[in-house]
């Protein structure tokens, strides 16, 4: 999501590597560093499909206790628990901070498509169509054509059909849709 986001990966996978490496004995690295990609599983999977946090608690528990029970004393467990617990919150922090990248803009449009911004579904000469009449060249059922002063446009009722040669008036205009009503 941020520039540098490999590079604090490394460098977080190398230093949890090394952690746990020099903290217990052989049998139980392989057990405890189980533990902690377990936790780390868990928290990515409710992070990116469950979202209630439940795992994503579970996970962290699971982290903190692998990174704890690796230690070889109770303070020294104390210190690394509390340095993960650091750390992921100057992950956080950081993400804050660095700016973000720019993947998606690639991919998506930013942009919202407003009249301020120059977009305009509206054609400009219909928006001098409302409220003018005009006569159903064709029977509109609910669609058909219509001529207001001499143009032929193509427009839709409201409720009922009207049929060939009736007046109409145009009661609104939105993007390319020009709506019509029958004049009685």
Do not use: C
């Amino acid at each position: 999501m941020v520039k540098l986001k490999g590079l604090g990966m490394v460098l977080g996978i190398g230093f949890i590597t090394f952690y746990f490496l020099g903290q217990s004995p052989t049998y139980n690295v392989w057990i405890m560093a189980f533990v902690f990609v377990v936790g780390l599983t868990l928290i990515v999977f409710d992070g990116k499909w469950i979202n209630d946090g439940t795992l994503g608690v579970i996970g962290l528990v699971l982290v903190l206790l692998s990174v704890a029970f690796a230690a070889t004393s109770f303070t020294h467990a104390l210190y690394s628990v509390a340095g993960v617990l650091l750390g992921s919150f100057s992950s956080l922090f950081l993400m804050k901070a660095l700016p973000r990248r720019d993947m998606w803009s690639k991919v998506a449009l930013l942009d919202q498509l407003t009249s301020e911004q120059g977009y305009n579904s509206l054609n400009e000469s219909y928006k001098d169509l409302l409220h003018k009449e005009g006569v159903a060249i064709t029977v509109l059922r609910p669609s058909g054509t219509i001529k207001v002063h001499n143009q032929e446009y193509s427009a839709v009722t409201k409720s009922k059909w009207v049929e060939r040669g009736k007046r109409v008036k145009i009661t609104s205009v939105d993007g390319t849709k020009i709506e019509v009503e029958e004049v009685e």
